[in-house]
């Protein structure tokens, strides 16, 4: 990415010297729309000698054994020169464009409808332009009115009905109503709607499986009918499939539509340069509240260095997934403001489950005891993470707190995989993305699991790809091992425990990538649905826990901590417990 911001100084450069009228937008990445001084253009010669070959690499990469030292020493190095050198020399620090906020992303949005996306990237933002019936306050995951003003639920739980706001429009004109609901439903669950083939829609079924129909009672009201009661329905609809689109932007779009979504939400879609950035515009009619920033651009930078120096040196305001190695820095920096929250999150080396020798629970079970999560949280994490007993989030409603994290044992691991038949271990490949949506330090954490176990015999080859190459690759079921995490939006065991677990939820039409299935599991979750008694939910919860963590369908890691980073003059952002990046909070001064 910084190779792309050094070739746009260069284009500067050459380019003949203008006065910039007064209502032209700043080109330089950067944000100062004023020249670089020469001085600059031999810094950034020198840094270009430095640091292009460091950065040129193929987008997918295999490690056969030990990790890639040299390599990470040379990247880590390559940025530690231009951090310092451009800290020095202050030639190419400089303020962002007035009420231009620049936020700096693990990586590129690989979807814009909200009904396709299956990535946090995507989601955080997306989820400015478009908004659901029912929400979170700023500050909790406690379900509070969206779209909606109000809503009744019969006494069967057969039945939600929602009043809706009047007055609102979609960013293209077109009146939000009850019209509007229906279709952003029904596009996604009725096979015969005419834009149903218009794309993917991967948690239609999770999330609106069980929706019987959706009804205009008038205008202004709608109403769900289920086939049966589902405690969690008003959670489902807190969530970005559950977004409202403007009807009249998917039929005039159509396939295009994620290109240039249409909702209702405080930004409006302006722009997407593939690779480069996506830029949101204020919606200056925003129901909700005023929106204080003019204008969001969204920079996908894969390379944690690189995030932290642009954050450094002025070019971004606001960074997401703060480098561990840096979190230290970063709170002692008078400039740079650092956050933290726990969030509804889960890291884990998945399985799958229907492949040899992995079908064999013992072998699933010998990986959990073979990896050291202790030092991965320690040593990789820094403590931007906590140990993981299972899927569900420690200290929530829905968590077994008798459950224990499988202990780093490794003659214990050895033993298992002797009786499942394995005594001298096997060879199988790990995919690992390169970076994305909650996935930490993804490289780092899965070069540990590669390393732990080889020392019981499992001989690991480490092939990493790109984001949205990588959730594609997913979808095939070829898989050995893979890296991922989830981000459930809420506390509700059921949206962690049911997606990523259930039987139903096998990949291509589910998240279940580990292609787990156990029928005891799956009626549990299915029983805790029934029921709104909360109390009896966790029970079912906590017992379908248990067999989880027997079974082993995955090799249970950490919850993240997320963190951010901002510049001062980033004012009123915080950070949310469902992993929304909330930037409409933000003021600029």
Same mark, same amino acid.
């Given at each position: 990415?910084?190779?792309?911001?050094?070739?746009?100084?260069?284009?500067?450069?050459?380019?003949?010297?203008?006065?910039?009228?007064?209502?032209?937008?700043?080109? *330089?990445?950067?944000?100062?729309?004023?020249?670089?001084?020469?001085?600059?253009?031999?810094?950034?010669?020198?840094?270009?000698?430095?640091?292009?070959?460091?950065?040129?690499?193929?987008?997918?990469?295999?490690?056969?054994?030990?990790?890639?030292? /040299?390599?990470?020493?040379?990247?880590?190095?390559?940025?530690?020169?231009?951090?310092?050198?451009?800290?020095?020399?202050?030639?190419?620090?400089?303020?962002?464009?007035?009420?231009?906020?620049?936020?700096?992303?693990?990586?590129?949005?690989?979807?814009?409808?909200?009904?396709?996306?299956?990535?946090?990237?995507?989601?955080?933002?997306?989820?400015?332009?478009?908004?659901?019936?029912?929400?979170?306050?700023? /500050?909790?995951?406690?379900?509070?009115?969206?779209?909606?003003?109000?809503?009744?639920?019969?006494?069967?739980?057969?039945?939600?009905?929602?009043?809706?706001?009047?007055?609102?429009? =979609?960013?293209?004109?077109?009146?939000?109503?009850?019209?509007?609901?229906?279709?952003?439903?029904?596009?996604?669950?009725?096979?015969?709607?005419?834009?149903?083939?218009?794309?993917?829609?991967?948690?239609? *079924?999770?999330?609106?499986?069980?929706?019987?129909?959706?009804?205009?009672?008038?205008?202004?009201?709608?109403?769900?009918?289920?086939?049966?009661?589902?405690?969690?329905?008003?959670?489902?609809?807190?969530?970005?499939?559950?977004?409202?689109?403007?009807?009249?932007?998917?039929?005039?779009?159509?396939?295009?539509?994620?290109?240039?979504?249409?909702?209702?939400?405080? =930004?409006?879609?302006?722009?997407?340069?593939?690779?480069?950035?996506?830029?949101?515009?204020?919606?200056?009619?925003?129901?909700?509240?005023?929106?204080?920033?003019?204008?969001?651009?969204?920079?996908?930078?894969?390379?944690?260095?690189?995030?932290?120096?642009?954050?450094?040196?002025?070019?971004?305001?606001?960074?997401?997934?703060?480098?561990?190695?840096?979190?230290?820095?970063?709170?002692?920096?008078?400039?740079?403001?650092?956050?933290?929250?726990?969030?509804?999150?889960?890291?884990?080396?998945?399985?799958?489950?229907?492949?040899?020798?992995?079908?064999?629970?013992?072998?699933?079970?010998?990986?959990?005891?073979?990896?050291?999560?202790?030092?991965?949280?320690?040593?990789?994490?820094?403590?931007?993470?906590?140990?993981?007993?299972?899927?569900?989030?420690?200290?929530?409603?829905?968590?077994?707190?008798?459950?224990?994290?499988?202990?780093?044992?490794?003659?214990?691991?050895?033993?298992?995989?002797?009786?499942?038949?394995?005594?001298?271990?096997?060879?199988?490949?790990?995919?690992?993305?390169?970076?994305?949506?909650?996935?930490?330090?993804?490289?780092?954490?899965?070069?540990?699991?590669?390393? *732990?176990?080889?020392?019981?015999?499992?001989?690991?080859?480490?092939?990493?790809?790109?984001?949205?190459?990588?959730?594609?690759?997913?979808?095939?079921?070829?898989?050995?091992?893979?890296?991922?995490?989830?981000?459930?939006?809420?506390?509700?065991?059921?949206?962690?425990?049911?997606?990523?677990?259930?039987?139903?939820?096998?990949?291509?039409?589910?998240?279940?990538?580990?292609?787990?299935?156990?029928?005891?599991?799956?009626?549990?979750?299915?029983?805790?649905?029934?029921?709104?008694?909360?109390?009896?939910?966790?029970?079912?919860?906590?017992?379908?826990?248990?067999?989880?963590?027997?079974?082993?369908?995955?090799?249970?890691?950490?919850? /993240?901590?997320?963190?951010?980073?901002?510049?001062?003059?980033?004012?009123?952002?915080?950070?949310?417990?469902?992993?929304?990046?909330?930037?409409?909070?933000?003021?600029?001064?």
């Amino acid at each position: 990415m910084i190779g792309w911001s050094l070739r746009q100084i260069r284009k500067t450069r050459s380019s003949p010297s203008t006065a910039t009228p007064a209502t032209s937008r700043c080109s *330089n990445p950067f944000g100062s729309c004023s020249q670089p001084s020469t001085t600059s253009y031999l810094m950034v010669g020198l840094l270009r000698a430095i640091l292009l070959p460091c950065l040129a690499r193929p987008r997918a990469i295999v490690y056969r054994d030990a990790a890639p030292e /040299e390599a990470t020493m040379r990247m880590s190095m390559a940025w530690l020169v231009l951090a310092v050198v451009l800290l020095a020399s202050g030639a190419l620090v400089a303020a962002q464009p007035a009420g231009t906020l620049v936020v700096g992303l693990v990586a590129e949005p690989v979807n814009l409808d909200p009904a396709q996306v299956t990535d946090l990237n995507s989601n955080r933002v997306g989820r400015r332009i478009v908004e659901t019936l029912v929400t979170f306050p700023d /500050e909790s995951t406690q379900i509070v009115p969206g779209l909606a003003e109000s809503w009744t639920i019969s006494k069967d739980g057969l039945k939600y009905a929602f009043k809706l706001r009047k007055g609102i429009t =979609f960013h293209d004109g077109a009146p939000f109503d009850a019209d509007a609901v229906k279709f952003s439903i029904e596009r996604q669950i009725v096979t015969e709607h005419p834009f149903n083939k218009l794309g993917k829609y991967p948690f239609a *079924n999770y999330f609106f499986g069980n929706v019987k129909a959706v009804e205009v009672v008038d205008p202004l009201t709608v109403e769900f009918s289920l086939k049966e009661p589902r405690a969690s329905f008003l959670a489902v609809l807190t969530a970005g499939a559950a977004s409202i689109v403007s009807p009249t932007a998917v039929k005039k779009l159509g396939v295009d539509y994620p290109l240039s979504p249409v909702g209702t939400g405080p =930004f409006k879609f302006a722009s997407w340069d593939r690779g480069q950035r996506v830029v949101l515009e204020k919606n200056a009619s925003y129901w909700k509240h005023p929106v204080k920033v003019d204008r969001v651009i969204y920079r996908p930078i894969v390379e944690d260095q690189a995030r932290l120096t642009e954050l450094l040196t002025g070019a971004l305001d606001l960074i997401v997934g703060t480098p561990p190695d840096f979190v230290t820095q970063l709170e002692n920096n008078p400039k740079i403001t650092l956050l933290k929250q726990v969030g509804a999150h889960v890291w884990y080396l998945g399985i799958n489950n229907q492949k040899k020798p992995f079908d064999d629970k013992r072998v699933r079970q010998a990986l959990n005891y073979a990896v050291n999560k202790d030092a991965i949280v320690r040593d990789v994490l820094k403590g931007t993470g906590t140990l993981s007993r299972g899927p569900v989030l420690p200290n929530t409603w829905g968590a077994d707190s008798a459950l224990k994290p499988y202990p780093y044992d490794p003659e214990r691991a050895r033993k298992l995989l002797a009786e499942a038949g394995y005594p001298s271990g096997f060879s199988t490949t790990l995919w690992v993305p390169e970076s994305g949506s909650g996935m930490q330090s993804p490289v780092a954490m899965s070069t540990v699991i590669q390393s *732990n176990l080889k020392a019981i015999g499992v001989n690991v080859t480490l092939q990493t790809m790109e984001w949205g190459a990588y959730l594609a690759k997913l979808r095939t079921k070829e898989q050995d091992l893979f890296a991922l995490s989830w981000m459930a939006g809420n506390e509700d065991p059921d949206m962690v425990m049911y997606p990523l677990l259930h039987s139903s939820q096998w990949t291509p039409n589910g998240p279940n990538r580990a292609l787990y299935k156990n029928e005891k599991y799956d009626e549990l979750l299915h029983q805790a649905r029934l029921t709104t008694d909360q109390k009896k939910r966790a029970e079912l919860y906590r017992d379908a826990q248990r067999i989880l963590v027997d079974d082993a369908p995955w090799v249970f890691v950490d919850h /993240e901590i997320q963190t951010a980073a901002h510049a001062k003059r980033v004012q009123g952002f915080k950070l949310h417990p469902s992993f929304d990046l909330r930037v409409e909070t933000i003021s600029l001064k």
